[in-house]
């Protein structure tokens, strides 16, 4: 079970540093488009060859559509764009580490569920987390850009946190592995038409990469970053339950960062630390209230975990 966390951990750390390398070498949008389009394929005969297949009822499908619309298409089509001009170790903290936050805050706000004082004040450490790297991000060398960039990838984030928690009733009727399928094959065909829309005559000019680079990039995260990580964590999800496999929040911003300054020599800053240990502290903050609920609850009847499911 440990090996399977940690390869979970090392596949979704270490997405950050692939995706720098392809969109600076391929349209980001048609580069996200394709990947998720040939993942969600494969993933889908996993599924079928795993048993992890049922039908989808009629009534299920417009909101899986618009949970992988906005969890897939408009998330990861703004966190690629975003990437460009962001560091990848910054993009992989703000997202993996900000997403179980992000979740909780939706989750209540939807659901209607009780925010403690403690949670209020995770999500004030978590927002503080991620200002601070935003400032460390933009502040040496700040251009509209590229500040518009690490906003579309918070906006990523939360727009990925929202999904989650509007679709989480219906993912939780259907085998975890199919869900991966679809929301991956769904997500990249939506994404198709805004990437020719938008990115249109650079797919013509070089509608397939032509660095070595860029193939190996595209093909790890496909292969590594959404086949393996989504195996692995189907398999967890499984073995562990959702509380136990979100730990993998704690490692995957630290990967990320030490993958960035060793392969790309991005710089980690005082801004870097602080940001990443307070946005952790967040997490942690949140997750063990709700492990408490969780257990609290338990000693009533089953609980039902939609968002972490």
């Avoid at 950050?16 to 580069?31: E, K, Q, S």
């Avoid at 949970?67 to 690629?80: E, T, Y």
């Amino acid at each position: 079970m440990w090996l399977v966390f940690t390869t979970l951990c090392i596949a979704w750390g270490s997405t950050w540093i692939a995706i720098r390398v392809g969109v600076t070498a391929m349209p980001p949008l048609w580069f996200a488009a394709t990947r998720f389009i040939v993942a969600g394929l494969i993933l889908l005969l996993l599924a079928r060859w795993l048993g992890g297949w049922k039908p989808i009822a009629r009534s299920d499908i417009r909101p899986l559509v618009v949970m992988s619309f906005g969890a897939i298409s408009v998330c990861f089509g703004l966190i690629f764009w975003g990437e460009q001009y962001v560091e990848s170790g910054t993009a992989g903290v703000i997202v993996q580490g900000f997403v179980p936050i992000g979740l909780f805050f939706f989750a209540a706000l939807m659901t209607r569920e009780v925010i403690g004082r403690t949670q209020w004040a995770s999500l004030g450490i978590g927002l503080c987390g991620v200002v601070l790297l935003l400032y460390g991000q933009t502040s040496s060398d700040w251009s509209p850009r590229k500040a518009l960039a690490a906003l579309a990838i918070v906006v990523g984030t939360l727009v990925y946190d929202w999904a989650g928690v509007y679709g989480g009733g219906v993912l939780s009727r259907y085998p975890s592995a199919l869900m991966s399928a679809f929301e991956n094959l769904v997500g990249g065909l939506l994404l198709l038409p805004f990437a020719f829309l938008l990115e249109g005559r650079r797919i013509l000019e070089h509608p397939l990469p032509e660095a070595s680079s860029t193939w190996l990039s595209w093909g790890y995260l496909v292969l590594v970053g959404s086949v393996l990580g989504f195996t692995a964590y189907t398999y967890l999800l499984r073995a562990w339950g959702p509380t136990r496999t979100s730990a993998y929040a704690f490692a995957t911003p630290v990967i990320a960062l030490l993958l960035g300054a060793w392969l790309a020599d991005e710089r980690i800053t005082w801004q870097h630390v602080v940001g990443t240990l307070l946005i952790l502290g967040a997490v942690a903050g949140i997750t063990r209230r709700r492990n408490r609920s969780s257990r609290t609850d338990a000693s009533k009847g089953p609980l039902h975990e939609p968002v972490d499911a």
